[in-house]
């Protein structure tokens, strides 16, 4: 019924042209910024990640907060992660029943006798497999956002995100739209050592 209604809604918006920018499994965050964006009062900030794609946060508070940037980019980075998780998968199917249909496939067995699947070097490295079975991946931000903090790459200085506990907006932190920010380690701009 998940899979039916998935493919129905994905159809539904490829036939509009106004909706094809929309992702079948949009989150709620996304859908606000996007019709945000549309009235013309979405605030777009870009996150920059090191050795991953910049993300686009669209927040659409008037007055957006430090709190709601940090939330807005735990979604949508877990919502690209599972959507890049579930098109690896995809295309695992399909290279599967590929070689299923040309007859090609090769078994490994292992000292045991266990089948053994080929795996490629890159997925050892970024694979969610564990014990022969796959794993959701989790991510703390809660010690994530301890170890890192936010950069402003337009003004060469670092955002203090304990301002009133995350309740300082950000134009009173001199964040405005269209603002790049980046990912850097607390104890390189703030003096801060880990706890351990």
């Known amino acids: 019924m998940l899979t039916a209604s998935s493919h129905e809604l994905q159809q539904i918006l490829s036939e509009f042209e106004e909706l094809a920018d929309v992702p079948y499994d949009a989150t709620p965050t996304e859908l606000l910024g996007l019709i945000a964006q549309a009235e013309n009062r979405a605030t777009t900030i870009y996150v920059q990640r ?13 007055s957006p907060t430090v709190a709601q940037l ?21 295309v695992a199917d399909e290279d599967d029943a590929g070689r299923a249909e040309d007859g090609n496939r090769q078994q490994v067995v292992g000292s045991a006798g266990a089948k053994v699947l080929p795996r490629s070097s890159g997925e050892l490295v970024n694979s969610a497999l564990r014990n022969g079975h796959e794993h959701r991946a989790f991510v703390s931000w809660r010690f ?12 060469n200085q670092p955002i203090d995100d304990n301002v009133d506990n995350g309740r300082a907006t950000l134009t009173a932190l ?20 880990r706890q351990s």
């Open 70 to 90: 940090k939330k807005a980019i735990a979604t949508i980075s877990c919502a690209q992660l599972k959507r890049r998780q579930r098109e690896r998968r995809r």
């Open 174 to 193: 001199g964040i405005e739209n269209g603002a790049k920010l980046k990912f850097v380690h607390r104890v390189k701009y703030f003096g801060r050592k």
């Open 144 to 155: 994530l956002w301890r170890c890192f903090a936010l950069f402003n790459v337009d003004t």
């Open 50 to 62: 090191d050795g991953l794609s910049t993300l686009k946060i669209m927040l659409h508070q008037r």
